[in-house]
């Protein structure tokens, strides 16, 4: 028996019916979609939220400095061509106040980064990424 898009076969609907399944079906591939995009994007301000308290230890432990110094770490753009599109500061708060420039995007820096960032230099730094 041949099946024409508007007679349903034995038990089962018109093609018509299954067109409107596959629209359900894409609304649930939309909503799964935002869902997956919503949880990545909590994903990384959780990530971002910990590498922040990471690069702060990890500056603290290479520094020598106690949890009572202020470290503060923030992710900037750049509109200057000849710097990084995002780079990581890190700023210490003894006197005077110290700060590290890494040529990446917090969720990408690492204990090494910022190892060598203190090691290079006692402050005012920058570091640029390999390319």
Known sequence: MAITPNEPSAGEGSFNE???SEHLASELTADTLAFLQERSRSRRTADVSENV??????????????????VSVTELQCADPSCPVRETVIAVFTTPVRHWKIG????????????????????????????
Do not use: C, N
């Open 53 to 70: 308290r990471l690069i702060a230890q990890w500056t603290r432990d290479g520094l020598g400095l106690g949890d009572e110094t202020h």
């Open 18 to 20: 299954f067109s409107s």
């Open 104 to 131: 990446k995007s917090i969720v990408y820096v690492r204990k090494y980064d910022v190892a060598m960032a203190l090691e290079r230099t006692s402050g005012d730094a920058v570091i640029r990424p390999h390319r």
